[in-house]
């Protein structure tokens, strides 16, 4: 069974920088494309970063893109989101789950951007 857990959210001023983890249990998830998804407040959970099986390759949506950065060391069973220039759009829950294949989801990591 694979199981997430999300952390690392907080209460940040717009502009201010978050970095959130996610550690995996299951080889399986080791060895898969792995996203991070964000559901804003009132919305639909959506993929907004993702990375492939050895971290060769990232993919993000077009509003966080140039903002955050995906990454994910195996060893370790984690998978990071650094956040930079945050923005209250931002403001969300974080899970984090396989890109193309989805398990069961963690609690997810609350992220509230505002003045």
């Known amino acids: 069974q694979v199981q997430f857990v999300e952390s690392g959210g907080g209460v940040v001023q717009p502009g201010g920088s978050l970095r959130l983890s996610c550690t995996t249990s299951?080889?399986?998830?080791?060895?898969?494309?792995m996203g991070w998804y964000c559901q804003a407040p009132g919305k639909q959970r959506e993929i907004i970063a993702t990375i492939t099986s050895t971290g060769g390759f990232t993919n993000y949506a077009d509003r966080v893109k140039g903002r955050f950065t995906v990454s994910r060391d195996n060893a370790k069973n984690t998978m990071y989101l650094q956040m930079n220039s945050l923005k209250p759009e931002d403001t969300g829950v974080y899970y984090c789950n396989g890109a193309t294949y989805t398990w069961s989801w963690g609690q997810g990591t609350q992220v509230t951007v505002s003045s």
């Open positions: 299951g080889i399986i998830a080791r060895n898969s494309a």
